[in-house]
């Protein structure tokens, strides 16, 4: 079936089975392998994606689903000039990236957060990244790039 | 091949028409995150997905009445956050904030949940606890009926063939009720529920209960009011002692309803426990 939707901003169509889930039309069809495939039923985190601004598992989303929307991944959080934005910088700095396998669906989620609450708790963001797994750094590093980020973001922005 | 079609219904009565074509076996399709793996296991699980998690109405989450509606479609995140659920059915929005994580949260639907009857459905013990009826549209008209009669054990269902659950709702509990929702699980994010309690009650004006509601998960084959505890903390002053003993009659209830199992080695402790637990933070203000 013929799928259109948003992807980082930039309209995309492509003809693919109806079958195909969101993660297999990302990766396979559009050749955006950012996002990851992990335990392919939902509980590793590691296919994350925002559609229309919700955290999602695609390897458990039809892509048919996403038809007519929005979607994110994270080759749509880089900066206009593709380096890192800011949390991606504090995963970097703050040692949360090891094997880096499970960090796209981290910082979706990091951001997902952020989005809806600008001042989160460390319990909120163990919450929020609850249905992601690190099997590499055991998540202090990651809570702790996160919540620099959120405190920075507020220093810049006090409103947000 | 194409295992199977995939088609977005605009409306409610439009969904009920596309199940019920002639020729083509359709499935409703909300969530996703259920039959996306059921169709891992069998190809042939229908020729065609209905998709109605985009219908405004079915998403629709309102107070009417003096009872709450909720469509089918409402993801578990649409629900627990919700003001009026959250006012008049604290269990209910715990029960929801229990679902897997914020991802499954996301796109799960309580349609969903209850469709499916799995046995560890989070939503279904706090939905039972409120008295939740379902609303059911065939081609031949609407239907309600109880949730508890909906759902006849693990993964069984009475929904007619073709029927498609449009909505849920529950009378908005007497003013002075509270309710709860407790859940044991292996890891806490994502663990599949192992054993859940849904408790709501009130006190009258002497301080004594005048109405209490039990529910468990995963304890029982059939889900339902546990009548019997319920009955013995009417009327009774709540102290740590009566909710001991209402532990103790969930237990033998549990029993009773399930025979004893390999699980119950661990079921019996945690459930005494948890019932104890749900109903201290029912009945005393402040602890919750
Ligand atoms: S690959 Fe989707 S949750 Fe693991
Ligand atoms: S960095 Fe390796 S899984 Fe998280």
Known sequence: M??????????VEIEAPADTSLLSVLRDYLGLTG???????GECGTCSVLLDGRLVNSCLTLAAQASGRQVVTIEGMSLPDGSPNDLQQAFIQYGAVQCGFCTPGMVLAGEALLASNSQPTRLEIREAIAGNLCRCTGYQQIV????????????????A | MERFGYIRAASVS?????????????????????????FRHDPHYCDRLVDISLIPELRRIEQRGGWVHIGAA??????MSNPSVIASAMVLAQACRAVGAVQIRNMGTLGGNVANAAACADSLPALICLDT??????PAGGQ???VSQLVTGP?????????????????????GSRSAFLKLGRRNAMAISRLTVAAMGRLDEHGRVAEARLVTGSATPHIERLIVVEQALTGQQPCAELYQHAANLAVDEMIRLSGFRWSSEYKVPALTAMTARVFAQVFEVGEA
């Open chain 1, 2 to 11: 013929k799928l259109q939707f948003n992807l980082n901003g930039c309209h």
């Open chain 1, 35 to 41: 996002t990851k495939e992990g335990c392919g039923v």
């Open chain 1, 144 to 159: 702790d790039a996160i919540q620099s980020t959120a405190q920075k973001r507020q220093e810049v922005n006090p409103n």
């Open chain 2, 14 to 38: 439009e969904a009920v028409a596309l199940l019920n074509e002639p020729g083509l076996k359709s499935r409703a399709l909300a969530g996703s995150t259920d039959i996306i793996l059921q």
């Open chain 2, 74 to 79: 409402a993801t578990f995140s649409d629900v």
């Open chain 2, 133 to 138: 009826v379902a609303n059911i549209l065939t």
């Open chain 2, 144 to 146: 309600a009926l109880p």
């Open chain 2, 155 to 175: 993964n069984r269902t009475v929904l007619p063939p073709g029927g498609l659950l449009v909505s849920f709702s529950y009378p908005v509990p007497d003013s």
